[in-house]
């Protein structure tokens, strides 16, 4: 049975992911804050441990990862989104807590999980397709997800030679408690379930990038090849 283990399981992704490889017979452990979801968690299947702990504090992480070994995949899920509402009063507080949740928190995770992975093993990062175009209010979210791209990248060169790999999830918009959140149109929303299917296929298939729905990255793609002043010409429109 192979051990994976995934960050912010206690609901959205990181659940139906939890539920999907505990399924096709994974032990799971699955991390979060939610110590009541998490117990509600493993209850539903017995192939679920949990772990309760705060990413963000990194000797929270460090002890409570300590005593695990041996894991076959590792899913960095957990996150965070806040907007940033008006941009000519800067809310520093709000981008520090963004950052440090999804990316400076990644890094005690890194600290505590990277030596445990199995020679043959796994790493996957959950950013998002936010990174390939700039978005209104997504100063904290989208530089926080930029980070984690190049972050996963880098470990991707690193890790090789220990013949442990890595992949980079970008989802579009799932449908989870984090953005029933959002106050916009969200175009091919998809249900946490199906976006838990396709990281799961993307991963068993050993894929480095893994991106979904594919009409959403397509046109993110399209978007993305234009000059910079068309983009900021149909956002402007948008907004007005």
């Known amino acids: 049975m192979k051990k994976v283990l995934i960050t912010g399981a206690s609901s959205g992704l990181g659940k139906s992911l939890a539920l999907l490889y505990a399924e096709n017979g994974c032990t799971v452990i699955a991390c979060g804050r939610n110590q009541q979801r998490l117990a509600e968690l493993a209850r539903s299947n017995g ?8 990413i963000t504090d990194q000797q929270d992480v460090l002890h409570t990862l300590g005593p695990i070994e041996d894991i076959d995949l590792a899913i960095l899920n957990a996150g965070d989104c806040e907007y940033i509402d008006d941009v000519t009063r800067f809310d520093s507080s709000l981008f520090q807590r963004v950052i440090t949740t999804n990316l400076i928190a990644t890094g005690y995770l890194l600290q505590a999980l990277v030596s445990k992975i199995k020679t043959g093993g796994r790493i996957a990062f959950v950013s998002s397709s936010v990174t390939y175009l700039p978005f209104p209010r997504a100063q904290a979210y989208g530089a926080s997800k930029a980070g984690l791209d190049y972050l996963a990248k880098t470990m991707a060169l690193d890790l090789k030679k220990h013949d442990i790999h890595v992949s980079l999830i970008r989802p579009g918009f799932v ?23 396709a990281a799961f296929k993307g991963l068993q298939k050993g894929k480095a990038t893994i991106e979904f729905p594919g009409k959403f990255i397509f046109i993110l793609k399209l978007f993305n090849t234009l000059p910079d002043i068309i983009w900021r010409k149909i956002m402007a429109r948008n907004a007005t």
């Open 47 to 54: 192939n679920i441990r949990t772990l309760n702990f705060d």
């Open 175 to 197: 449908k989870t408690p984090l953005t029933d959140k959002n106050d916009f149109d969200m175009p091919f929303l998809i249900s946490s379930e199906q976006a838990a299917a």
